[in-house]
């Protein structure tokens, strides 16, 4: 259908409904914002942006203006702000009036630089179209090449460089990528038309086909687009460039680009940025070439060059995968010259930055250009190791290395890896590039969707494509690891995996993938969608069936010295949520300073321990609960044992019983019958007492302390297993420190209570063992109910410590069912109703604010209190940048997530004295 430009509108502050676009959450205000201003311009003849400009001028804008700065050879251009960006969303998506007039001013900056006419039939200037938000979103936004080529334009190009084929092919591509981008015609479409081309022509490859074949693709390619769109292609060049502005500022708020900002966690930012620039080219002749390289690696972090090239290509060639381009140490055979200078730039740019960067270039007839820098994505051991390498070099110092380091990411550095034995006896069909390392085994899946909805429904999948696009980029976050026929180590692919340490291999030409039929075919053997492969995305190897994997051991190297940094800037405490010996001891080894949670329901489940468990909760009089709680104490005081002597010297705090008592009950007959059975009781005896216990909303029912008021026996059975424990270890020289934690407190009174029953059954043991030494077991509770930490005043003065229980804290708060959130949590996040899943980062204006409330009040009565969180939330790095910020005395978090931690725990005071 025709497209009809939309008048332009004044840049004020809303649409014409009084609504403010939803992801518009303020505006950039730089020190060199320049009131009204919508264009900044970069070249040699002068420079209007700066490095310190990326929220006005996104990431990609501002740099190329610092490039410029420092003298590297830069296509001249000119970026339009975020403000632009953001004013065009608040106008229903109209371009602020004033802004054509501003890039028509600007391109005749930019024709007198370049010697140039926009347009000319003799000497025509064109120009990319690329976006460039303040964050790094690489590939999920559009661009467009070679625009300002018309019908008289392209034989004005053909002529003055002397290389007709050169020229229309840039026109096919213009063509294609305007079509596709802009105008919304299927990318498909082309691409038939370009077989019909090349099958006329005999043609194995794009370069194959000969100067008239391109011709012809040409109109081929203009008949889809008539067809399509319902006009002719533009041949207006101004109109073609503002067309394509309007289509960069829509990809902002495209499907890949808000699911991009949401599994990043991307928030706060107003829009992207639009750079123009004039084009340079690598695709006319073999003494041009275009390539995407990284100061370092950013897969394993060495200090080497590394990248991708294509001879007589442009820049989308290498991103999209569609060519296996050649490794950069290939680069000194082909042009040794422009190698070496592209050496001295990394070398330059990282002294200049002092950070690895991730560079485009082109090589137009022997010429070099610079296209972007920006910091580059890496995997964690390569932010490790980078980090490290440039405290060394003397780049950098120890704090601003550990702020580097994306706390998160050192989870890749626990991830298991292929046993390598077993790996040797695995059948290895095909290898490709490495791409990002790491281990994944998976189902083949064929496409994004399938991806999706396979995880959702529990499946783990490897997604196999030719090559990824960024339409892929929800099938690729949920996949275990991405594996494709072709592309190199910058192919969207790699880098988006790379980003997020996901496996990743490459290139890997020895497989054809048809994903119509969902089969991938190597060696003459197909396999389908229920054929498990492993990918080791550190060697390339692809190979048939689940190979056994491995778990790191220990932390050592680079690592172990980021930990030792991590130590020593941090104010935190880190402890661990533990509850058996071999837990306590992995996370003692990862670093931890005790344990901040101990869930005593977790010894219930195993073996004879579930049936006496039952024999308990259906007891019908205290004295037969008794007994069944007999028999679970030796089993209790044995764990306890276990877990002090892994902990020896470190705190360890134990909460006592909290779930519902039907969780440990069956429900179906099957159960039921076995339970009666094993008890001498009648099934229905067994289902009566469990509708009995039946409860309408059983997380704010019967459970937690409530439990230990109505059956006492239940607390003084673990309280006594705790004691024992204790003596046990002391005498036989262990030194444990048990901390009883009593959960779900929401009175001062209820606390009080349950203290003094606590104190009164330590007494007991302490007499029936005779024991005389002083023995301090610190009693607390946890501050989960909002009304606890409303009156934590009050609750401190029976307690001891307070752990804030952050998950049920939010729940409650919140009102949301944490087990059920996700049945509509998808759709808030989508329309950013909250900045993340609450669950997984704490709500610092709500439930964060009863964390410093309690925090404050409990201090106000007792000075000693100590303070500490339990929830995931404490290996969350932004939840504990904020608990740093409140004051609190520890986080605790799952063993692997204590580094995590670590590393968080440091940022936070680092970026505190800053």
């Given at each position: 259908?025709?497209?009809?430009?939309?008048?332009?509108?004044?840049?004020?502050?809303s649409?014409?409904?009084?609504?403010?676009?939803p992801?518009?959450?303020?505006?950039a205000?730089?020190?060199?914002?320049q009131?009204?201003?919508?264009?900044?311009?970069?070249?040699?003849?002068?420079?209007?942006g700066?490095?310190?400009l990326?929220?006005?001028?996104?990431g990609?804008?501002?740099?190329l203006?610092?490039?410029?700065?420092?003298?590297l050879?830069?296509p001249?251009?000119f970026?339009?702000t975020t403000?632009?960006?953001?004013?065009?969303?608040?106008?229903?998506?109209?371009?602020?009036?004033?802004?054509?007039?501003?890039?028509?001013?600007?391109v005749?900056?930019?024709?007198?630089?370049?010697?140039k006419?926009?347009?000319?039939?003799?000497?025509?200037?064109?120009?990319?179209v690329?976006?460039?938000?303040a964050?790094?979103?690489?590939?999920?936004?559009?661009?467009?090449?070679?625009l300002?080529?018309?019908?008289?334009?392209?034989?004005?190009?053909?002529?003055?460089t002397?290389?007709?084929?050169?020229?229309?092919?840039?026109?096919r591509r213009?063509?294609?990528?305007?079509?596709?981008?802009?105008?919304?015609?299927?990318?498909?479409?082309?691409?038939?038309?370009?077989k019909?081309?090349?099958?006329?022509?005999?043609?194995?490859d794009?370069?194959?086909?000969?100067?008239?074949g391109?011709?012809?693709?040409?109109?081929?390619y203009k008949?889809?687009?008539r067809?399509?769109?319902?006009?002719?292609?533009?041949?207006n060049?101004?109109?073609?460039?503002?067309?394509?502005?309007?289509?960069v500022?829509?990809?902002w708020?495209?499907?890949?680009?808000v699911?991009?900002?949401r599994?990043?966690?991307?928030?706060?930012?107003?829009?992207?940025?639009?750079?123009?620039?004039a084009?340079?080219?690598?695709?006319?002749?073999?003494?041009?070439?275009?390539?995407?390289?990284?100061?370092?690696?950013?897969?394993?972090?060495?200090?080497?060059f590394?990248?991708?090239f294509?001879?007589n290509?442009?820049?989308?060639?290498?991103?999209?995968?569609?060519?296996?381009p050649?490794?950069?140490?290939?680069?000194?055979?082909?042009?040794?010259?422009?190698y070496?200078?592209?050496?001295?730039?990394?070398?330059k740019?990282?002294?200049h930055?002092r950070?690895?960067?991730?560079?485009?270039?082109?090589i137009?007839?022997?010429?070099?250009?610079?296209?972007?820098?920006?910091?580059?994505?890496?995997?964690?051991?390569a932010?490790?190791?980078?980090?490290c390498?440039?405290?060394?070099?003397?780049?950098?110092?120890?704090?601003?290395?550990?702020?580097?380091?994306?706390?998160?990411?050192?989870?890749?550095?626990?991830?298991?890896?292929?046993d390598?034995?077993?790996k040797k006896?695995?059948?290895?069909?095909?290898?490709?590039?490495?791409?990002?390392?790491g281990?994944?085994v998976?189902?083949?899946?064929?496409t994004?969707a399938?991806?999706v909805?396979?995880?959702?429904?529990?499946?783990?999948?490897?997604?196999?494509?030719?090559?990824?696009s960024?339409?892929?980029?929800?099938g690729?976050?949920?996949?275990q690891?991405?594996?494709?026929?072709t592309?190199g180590?910058?192919?969207?692919?790699?880098?988006?995996?790379?980003?997020?340490?996901?496996?990743?291999?490459?290139?890997?030409g020895e497989?054809h993938?048809?994903?119509?039929?969902?089969?991938?075919?190597?060696?003459?053997?197909?396999y389908?969608?229920n054929?498990?492969?492993?990918?080791?995305?550190?060697?390339?190897e692809?190979?048939?069936?689940?190979v056994?994997?491995?778990?790191?051991?220990?932390?050592?190297?680079?690592?172990?010295?980021?930990?030792?940094?991590?130590?020593?800037?941090?104010r935190?405490?880190?402890?661990?949520?533990?509850?058996?010996?071999?837990d306590?001891r992995?996370?003692?080894?990862f670093?931890a300073?005790?344990?901040?949670?101990c869930r005593?329901?977790?010894?219930?489940?195993?073996?004879?321990?579930?049936?006496?468990?039952?024999?308990?909760?259906?007891?019908?009089?205290?004295?037969?609960?008794?007994?069944a709680?007999?028999?679970?104490?030796?089993?209790?005081?044995?764990?306890?044992?276990?877990?002090?002597?892994?902990?020896?010297?470190?705190p360890?705090?134990?909460?006592?019983?909290?779930?519902?008592?039907?969780?440990?009950?069956?429900h179906?007959?099957k159960?039921?019958?076995?339970?009666?059975?094993?008890?001498g009781?009648?099934?229905?005896?067994?289902?009566?007492r469990?509708?009995?216990?039946?409860?309408?909303?059983p997380?704010?029912?019967?459970?937690?302390?409530?439990l230990?008021?109505?059956?006492?026996e239940?607390?003084?059975?673990?309280?006594?297993?705790?004691?024992?424990?204790?003596?046990?270890?002391l005498?036989?020289?262990?030194?444990?420190?048990?901390e009883?934690?009593?959960?779900?407190?929401?009175?001062?009174?209820?606390?009080?209570?349950?203290r003094q029953?606590?104190?009164?059954t330590?007494?007991?043991?302490?007499?029936?063992?005779?024991?005389?030494k002083?023995?301090d077991?610190?009693?607390?509770?946890m501050i989960?109910?909002?009304?606890?930490?409303?009156?934590?005043d009050?609750?401190?003065?029976?307690?001891?410590?307070?752990?804030?229980?952050t998950?049920?804290?939010?729940?409650?708060?919140?009102?949301y069912?944490?087990?059920?959130?996700?049945?509509?949590?998808?759709?808030?996040?989508?329309?950013?109703?909250?900045?993340?899943?609450p669950?997984?980062?704490?709500?610092q204006?709500?439930v964060?604010?009863?964390?410093?409330?309690g925090?404050?009040k409990?201090?106000?009565?007792?000075?000693?209190?100590k303070?500490?969180?339990?929830?995931e939330?404490?290996?969350?790095?932004r939840?504990?940048?904020?608990?740093?910020?409140?004051?609190?005395?520890?986080?605790?978090?799952?063993?692997?997530?204590?580094?995590?931690?670590?590393?968080?725990?440091?940022?936070?005071?680092?970026?505190?004295?800053?």
């Open positions: 259908m025709p497209t009809t430009l939309r008048k332009p509108v004044a840049m004020n502050g649409t014409a409904n009084g609504h403010t676009a992801f518009i959450t303020g505006k205000t730089p020190s060199k914002l009131a009204n201003k919508m264009v900044y311009y970069f070249g040699k003849s002068r420079t209007e700066e490095a310190g990326k929220a006005l001028l996104g990609k804008g501002a740099n203006a610092d490039m410029c700065s420092i003298g050879p830069v001249p251009g970026t339009i403000d632009t960006c953001a004013a065009y969303y608040r106008a229903g998506q109209r371009l602020p009036v004033g802004l054509m007039n501003e890039v028509h001013k600007y005749s900056v930019l024709e007198k630089e370049t010697g006419k926009f347009g000319s039939p003799d000497n025509p200037l064109l120009v990319s690329r976006s460039g938000a964050v790094s979103m690489p590939g999920m936004m559009d661009t467009i090449l070679n300002g080529l018309t019908d008289q334009a392209v034989e004005g190009l053909a002529a003055r002397g290389n007709k084929r050169f020229a229309f092919d840039a026109y213009l063509i294609n990528m305007f079509g596709d981008v802009v105008m919304g015609v299927d990318h498909h479409l082309f691409e038939e038309a370009f019909r081309i090349k099958a006329k022509y005999k043609a194995k794009d370069t194959d086909v000969p100067t008239e391109i011709v012809e693709l040409c109109e081929a008949e889809v687009f067809k399509r769109v319902g006009e002719m292609f533009p041949q060049p101004f109109k073609q460039l503002e067309l394509a502005i309007e289509a500022f829509k990809s708020n495209g499907d890949r680009a699911s991009y900002r599994i990043q966690g991307i928030q706060g930012l107003i829009g992207t940025a639009v750079n123009v620039q084009m340079v080219f690598g695709n006319m002749g073999d003494d041009s070439g275009t390539g995407v390289g990284f100061t370092r690696n950013p897969a394993t972090g060495e200090n080497k590394y990248g991708d294509l001879v290509a442009q820049g989308e060639d290498v991103v999209a995968g569609i060519r296996t050649r490794l950069i140490d290939e680069m000194p055979r082909w042009n040794k010259k422009v070496d200078q592209l050496i001295k730039i990394k070398q740019l990282e002294k930055y950070e690895m960067q991730d560079i485009e270039f082109t137009e007839r022997g010429e070099l250009f610079m296209l972007q820098t920006r910091t580059g994505k890496r995997t964690g051991a932010a490790v190791k980078i980090a390498d440039m405290v060394k070099e003397k780049l950098i110092d120890e704090k601003t290395a550990l702020v580097r380091i994306p706390a998160g990411d050192l989870v890749q550095l626990m991830l298991p890896s292929f390598p034995t077993r006896l695995a059948a290895k069909i095909a290898e490709g590039i490495p791409a990002s390392p281990a994944a998976g189902k083949l899946t064929f994004a399938d991806a909805m396979r995880k959702q429904n529990g499946e783990q999948v490897i997604l196999v494509r030719e090559e990824t960024p339409e892929d980029v929800e690729m976050h949920s996949a690891g991405i594996l494709t026929s592309g180590r910058a192919s969207h692919a790699a880098v988006v995996a790379v980003g997020w340490g996901k496996p990743c291999v490459v290139g890997a497989l993938i048809d994903a119509k039929a969902r089969k991938m075919t190597v060696g003459g053997k197909s389908g969608e054929d498990v492969i492993s990918i080791d995305g550190t060697t390339g692809v190979m048939v069936g689940a056994p994997t491995i778990v790191p051991e220990k932390l050592s190297g680079d690592f172990a010295t980021v930990m030792r940094w991590s130590d020593k800037y941090r935190l405490a880190i402890r661990t949520n533990a509850d058996t010996p071999a306590a992995r996370a003692r080894e670093g300073s005790g344990i901040g949670l005593t329901e977790h010894m219930f489940f195993e073996g004879p321990r579930i049936l006496a468990m039952r024999e308990m909760i259906l007891a019908e009089t205290p004295e037969r609960r008794k007994a709680l007999d028999k679970l104490l030796p089993y209790q005081r044995d764990d306890f044992v276990g877990i002090f002597t892994a902990m020896k010297g470190l360890v705090t134990i909460r006592l019983l909290d779930p519902p008592l039907h969780e440990f009950l069956p179906d007959d159960g039921v019958a076995e339970v009666a059975k094993a008890m009781l009648s099934a229905d005896k067994v289902r009566h469990v509708a009995q216990l039946h409860e309408a909303n997380m704010l029912g019967h459970r937690g302390c409530r230990c008021v109505t059956y006492p239940i607390l003084q059975m673990q309280i006594r297993a705790i004691v024992e424990a204790t003596f046990d270890c005498a036989n020289g262990i030194k444990a420190l048990p009883i934690m009593h959960p779900l407190v929401g009175t001062r009174k209820e606390l009080a209570w349950l029953m606590t104190l009164n330590i007494d007991e043991v302490k007499k029936e063992k005779n024991w005389q002083r023995v077991i610190p009693i607390g509770t989960e109910v909002p009304r606890a930490a409303v009156t934590a009050e609750i401190a003065q029976q307690a001891d410590f307070f752990s804030f229980g998950n049920d804290l939010t729940q409650m708060t919140f009102g069912s944490r087990d059920d959130v996700n049945s509509f949590l998808p759709d808030y996040l989508k329309h950013e109703l909250l900045e993340g899943d669950f997984q980062s704490l709500d204006s709500g964060g604010q009863l964390v410093r409330m925090f404050d409990g201090r106000s009565v007792n000075d000693k209190l303070v500490g969180v339990c929830g939330h404490g290996g969350d790095p939840s504990v940048h904020f608990f740093h910020r409140v004051g609190l005395d520890y986080v605790s978090c799952s063993p692997y997530r204590v580094p995590i931690a670590r590393l968080a725990a440091a940022q936070a005071a680092v970026m505190a004295d800053k």
